[in-house]
């Protein structure tokens, strides 16, 4: 900290003739929300997502900004964004979860075979709900052991759950024997996984339900506090008494538990576990936290920035399909924006800290 | 340090009570802390032996002494971080045990470290409250944790900070401290101890904090101040108490010293008064051979 620049100096500072009110913090409600807007990093994330929509809208009108696009994003994006919701938590306490693609495909897995010795297609609605709290309970299980690990066994957070990415992916092809289950209950995948709500599919609704809910607890709640607060020092949350272990071991039991949910959802979706098909979920998860302006050393982020940070890969993939890209341009394009949006963050925070 | 300290010892000396009655001074006002022979060892490393020291509230106690001395030892042990090995802490007269930092707050002790312990990406409110949240049913009630923070911050007259939702990363060093100090006062400290408050602090931000310090114990807190800078303790200090090698040496009201006397008895734990305390004659050149 290089102190000694504003303050100390600010009774005699000078650029405000004016006598100094009596609660300087106390301004216009208005100019207060404005400069809260101009600082927010929502609002410069959802800027980049709006121009991105509009140049592919003017580029192809008639295909990009139709509802239908819309809505298979959101679909095909809905356990990603579960995911990361919970990995939002994570990132903010300064840690990182890897472990989220096959903690889903695990998940995924044994709420199948539970599927299978219990009537398999023609599974009843009973064993549909309990066959998915099974998978959720896999999921914040296995988050469990790895926020212990973390937190107790102070294993680092890349590594504890690099281990766990591996062998969530490891039991499930031991579960399995190597190949896909795919006699999914016809009462999961035709309700969940196909049907919709008031014009909106049921996948949809439960990814921004999740993120609404999760949303609102990272804002308004202590737990949500001591998350950042953790992420931001964990040695002041020590000692105004936060039991910091603790906390670490439920964000990293909360991950799972959003992996274990997009498990399910995804069995919904695709009717078979897909066991091959999540080895970059993490990536793609982590890629979209951080574009919503999270910083991987913790203790800054927000539910809605890493909405609008998923967002941002999909429609540019969306975007760029409709406009004939070849598709391996997809991924460069997608790191390039990564790069520079981490770039600008930092560029942007150095000019505040200069001002 | 140019002259000789002894001169500064001698004219201190002068103007000085006759030996004892010092004591009696420190007795009388009911102090808020007693310590009784605390020792501290770490294995066979003695840290601290027989110190007696009471801290009266509504005054700074400076806390001097060279590196090694045990003012850290000293103040750990006090907020509870540990345990003494031998000795009584009597905290408004009643024996305590603290065996946790926690329990040193919860009793009125609050310690604002070096490092101060804030959170840079919360905002002053946040950090102020932190693990001591409002809440109106399970979730926070921001409103009335602001206007908390800000009555706070009025009582100690902090003005320097523009906006109460601004970063505590955002601060200067001295803000930072006041907000730290803020912090430790919203909890209903009796006594606030500080360490090395203004170690990396420029001109202007360590009169800021030394005007806090001031007003700290105006409202009747008991301020032990850690400090290496002898101009802010002479700045600031009701009492002045010196620990050499893990000894409390010295203890008494500021007026009584200065910056030479001060540093005589921090580098060789000895003064005029300590010889004649020990019965050896106060030989006007007797020096630093003892």
Same mark, same amino acid.
């Given at each position: 900290?290089?102190?000694?620049v504003?303050a100390g100096?600010?009774?005699a500072?000078?650029?405000?003739?004016?006598p100094?009110?009596?609660?300087?913090?106390?301004?216009?409600?208005?100019?207060?929300?404005?400069?809260?807007l101009i600082?927010?990093?929502?609002?410069?994330?959802?800027?980049?997502?709006?121009?991105?929509?509009i140049?592919?809208?003017?580029?192809?009108?008639?295909?990009?900004?139709?509802?239908?696009?819309f809505?298979?994003i959101?679909?095909?994006?809905?356990?990603l964004?579960?995911m990361a919701v919970?990995?939002?938590?994570?990132i903010?306490?300064?840690?990182?979860?890897?472990?989220?693609?096959?903690?889903?495909?695990?998940?995924?897995?044994?709420?199948?075979?539970?599927?299978t010795h219990n009537?398999?297609a023609a599974?009843?609605?009973?064993?549909?709900?309990?066959?998915?709290?099974?998978?959720?309970?896999?999921?914040?299980?296995?988050?469990?052991?790895?926020?212990?690990?973390?937190a107790?066994?102070?294993?680092p957070?890349?590594?504890a759950?690099?281990a766990?990415?591996?062998?969530?992916?490891?039991?499930?092809?031991?579960?399995?024997?190597?190949?896909?289950?795919?006699?999914?209950?016809?009462?999961?995948?035709?309700?969940?996984?196909?049907a919709?709500?008031?014009?909106?599919?049921?996948?949809?609704?439960?990814?921004?339900?999740?993120?609404?809910?999760?949303?609102?607890?990272?804002?308004?709640t202590?737990f949500?506090?001591?998350?950042?607060?953790?992420?931001?020092?964990?040695e002041?949350?020590?000692?105004?008494?936060?039991?910091?272990?603790?906390?670490?071991?439920?964000?990293?039991a909360?991950?799972?538990?959003?992996?274990?949910a997009?498990?399910?959802?995804?069995?919904?979706?695709?009717?078979?576990?897909?066991?091959?098909?999540?080895?970059?979920?993490?990536l793609?998860?982590?890629?979209?936290?951080?574009?919503?302006?999270a910083?991987?050393?913790?203790?800054?982020?927000?539910?809605?920035?890493?909405?609008?940070?998923?967002?941002?890969?999909?429609?540019?993939?969306?975007?760029?399909?409709?406009?004939?890209?070849?598709?391996?341009?997809?991924?460069?394009?997608?790191?390039?924006?990564?790069?520079?949006?981490?770039?600008?963050?930092?560029?942007?925070?150095?000019?505040?800290?200069?001002? | 340090?140019?002259?000789?300290?002894?001169?500064g010892?001698?004219?201190?000396?002068?103007?000085?009570?006759?030996s004892g009655?010092?004591?009696?001074?420190?007795?009388?006002?009911?102090?808020l802390?007693?310590?009784?022979?605390?020792?501290?060892?770490?294995?066979?490393?003695q840290?601290?032996?027989?110190?007696d020291?009471?801290?009266p509230?509504?005054?700074?106690t400076?806390l001097?002494g060279?590196?090694?001395?045990?003012?850290?030892?000293?103040?750990?042990?006090?907020?509870?971080?540990?345990?003494?090995?031998?000795?009584?802490i009597?905290?408004?007269?009643?024996?305590?045990h603290?065996?946790?930092?926690k329990?040193?707050?919860?009793?009125?002790?609050?310690t604002v470290?070096?490092?101060?312990?804030?959170?840079?990406?919360?905002?002053?409110?946040?950090?102020?409250?932190l693990?001591?949240?409002?809440?109106?049913?399970?979730?926070?009630?921001?409103?009335?944790?602001?206007?908390?923070?800000?009555? !706070?911050?009025?009582?100690? $007259?902090?003005? +320097?900070?523009?906006?109460?939702?601004q /970063?505590?990363? @955002?601060l200067?060093? *001295?803000?930072?401290?006041?907000?730290a100090?803020?912090?430790?006062?919203?909890?209903?400290?009796?006594?606030?101890?500080m360490?090395?408050?203004?170690?990396a602090?420029?001109?202007?931000?360590?009169a800021?904090?030394?005007?806090?310090?001031?007003?700290?114990?105006?409202?009747g807190?008991?301020?032990?101040?850690?400090?290496?800078?002898?101009?802010?303790?002479?700045?600031?200090?009701d009492?002045i108490a010196?620990?050499?090698?893990?000894?409390?040496?010295?203890?008494?009201?500021?007026?009584?010293?200065?910056?030479?006397?001060?540093?005589?008895?921090?580098? !060789?734990g000895?003064?005029? $008064?300590?010889? +004649?305390?020990?019965?050896?004659?106060? /030989?006007?050149? @007797?020096?630093?051979e *003892?």
């Amino acid at each position: 900290m290089t102190g000694g620049v504003q303050a100390g100096a600010a009774p005699a500072g000078g650029a405000t003739p004016q006598p100094r009110p009596r609660e300087p913090w106390r301004g216009p409600a208005a100019r207060r929300l404005a400069r809260r807007l101009i600082t927010a990093n929502e609002t410069w994330t959802l800027l980049a997502l709006a121009i991105l929509v509009i140049y592919f809208t003017v580029r192809a009108p008639r295909e990009f900004f139709t509802l239908s696009d819309f809505s298979l994003i959101a679909q095909n994006s809905a356990a990603l964004l579960v995911m990361a919701v919970g990995q939002t938590y994570v990132i903010l306490t300064a840690g990182i979860d890897l472990s989220v693609g096959s903690v889903l495909v695990l998940s995924g897995v044994v709420a199948a075979e539970y599927y299978t010795h219990n009537g398999g297609a023609a599974a009843g609605t009973g064993t549909v709900w309990l066959g998915a709290v099974i998978g959720l309970a896999v999921g914040f299980g296995w988050g469990a052991v790895q926020g212990f690990l973390v937190a107790k066994a102070k294993v680092p957070p890349l590594i504890a759950t690099l281990a766990g990415f591996g062998a969530a992916l490891g039991v499930s092809y031991l579960v399995t024997g190597g190949s896909d289950i795919s006699s999914m209950p016809k009462k999961l995948t035709s309700t969940i996984g196909l049907a919709s709500i008031a014009g909106v599919q049921w996948l949809i609704v439960i990814s921004f339900l999740v993120a609404i809910v999760f949303g609102l607890i990272l804002a308004y709640t202590r737990f949500g506090r001591y998350t950042y607060a953790i992420g931001s020092n964990p040695e002041a949350a020590r000692r105004v008494g936060i039991n910091v272990d603790r906390h670490l071991i439920k964000v990293y039991a909360l991950s799972g538990l959003m992996a274990g949910a997009a498990g399910i959802m995804s069995l919904a979706f695709f009717g078979n576990t897909t066991i091959a098909g999540h080895a970059t979920d993490n990536l793609t998860v982590i890629t979209a936290v951080v574009l919503g302006g999270a910083s991987l050393f913790g203790g800054r982020g927000t539910m809605l920035g890493t909405v609008i940070g998923l967002f941002i890969p999909a429609a540019l993939q969306t975007g760029l399909v409709i406009i004939h890209v070849n598709q391996y341009w997809q991924y460069v394009a997608i790191g390039a924006v990564l790069v520079a949006a981490v770039y600008l963050d930092q560029f942007r925070r150095r000019l505040r800290e200069r001002a | 340090m140019t002259g000789s300290p002894h001169d500064g010892a001698r004219l201190a000396e002068a103007g000085r009570a006759p030996s004892g009655a010092r004591d009696e001074v420190a007795t009388t006002g009911e102090p808020l802390l007693r310590l009784r022979g605390i020792g501290k060892h770490f294995g066979p490393v003695q840290a601290l032996a027989g110190i007696d020291l009471d801290v009266p509230a509504g005054q700074v106690t400076a806390l001097v002494g060279d590196n090694g001395a045990g003012k850290s030892t000293l103040i750990k042990t006090i907020s509870g971080i540990w345990e003494p090995s031998e000795g009584q802490i009597i905290w408004q007269g009643r024996h305590v045990h603290f065996r946790t930092p926690k329990d040193a707050t919860d009793a009125g002790i609050a310690t604002v470290y070096q490092d101060l312990a804030l959170c840079d990406n919360l905002d002053i409110v946040q950090n102020m409250l932190l693990g001591h949240e409002i809440r109106r049913h399970l979730l926070l009630d921001e409103v009335t944790m602001e206007k908390t923070a800000k009555r !706070t911050l009025h009582d100690l $007259r902090v003005t +320097t900070v523009r906006n109460i939702r601004q /970063t505590v990363g @955002s601060l200067s060093g *001295g803000q930072r401290q006041a907000v730290a100090v803020a912090k430790a006062v919203m909890l209903d400290a009796r006594l606030v101890i500080m360490d090395e408050p203004t170690a990396a602090l420029g001109v202007s931000q360590t009169a800021l904090v030394l005007d806090l310090i001031t007003r700290l114990a105006s409202r009747g807190i008991a301020v032990i101040v850690v400090s290496h800078n002898l101009n802010d303790v002479f700045k600031v200090a009701d009492r002045i108490a010196v620990l050499y090698l893990g000894r409390l040496v010295e203890v008494g009201p500021a007026p009584e010293y200065d910056t030479a006397s001060v540093v005589d008895l921090m580098t !060789t734990g000895m003064s005029q $008064r300590s010889r +004649t305390a020990n019965g050896l004659a106060p /030989t006007p050149d @007797s020096g630093q051979e *003892g």
